[in-house]
């Protein structure tokens, strides 16, 4: 009679497949918390490097207005060329930290510009263009 092991190798390794996933499970609810406060800490370091990378390219300030708190700032698809309505999905799908990667290796003024949320929100119900930049007589 030979080991178990080698009776049926596939049904060995499904079991310590089994025991693995139901190690792990138990672990994650007696340590929820705290990995979830590690994976969230990460996560923000992990971003903010991004965001100092994606201003080190793009610059720090409004390209609009000329708004310097970093906190206001946002990446901006010049043009439109972003997030097309038949689209929208996609900010969702491939998360910010992906797109400002996208932005960061394309590393192309051309296509991406630093705008303050106002701003960018100005261009997306003003047909395209900030109400800083409009030119028209305010309609009162």
């Avoid at 049904?11 to 990995?35: C, D, F, L, Q, T």
């Avoid at 490097?49 to 300030?61: A, N, P, Q, T």
């Amino acid at each position: 009679m030979g080991h178990r092991f080698n009776d049926n190798p596939s049904k060995e390794i499904e079991r310590r497949r089994e025991w693995g996933r139901k190690y792990a499970a138990e672990m994650y609810s007696k340590h929820k918390v705290e990995i979830n406060q590690k994976c969230i800490k990460h996560a923000r370091r992990r971003k903010a490097v991004l965001r100092k990378e994606l201003f080190s390219i793009y610059g720090d300030v409004c390209a609009c207005c000329g708004e310097t708190e970093k906190r206001f700032l946002t990446l901006e698809h010049i043009n439109g060329s972003g997030l097309p309505q038949s689209n929208s999905k996609r900010l969702k799908t491939l998360g910010v930290e992906k797109v400002w990667k996208e932005a960061i290796e394309a590393n192309d003024p051309t296509k991406f510009e630093i705008l303050c949320y106002n701003c960018n929100w100005g261009r997306r119900i003003n047909n395209g263009v900030c109400p800083h930049r409009d030119l028209r007589p305010s309609e009162e």
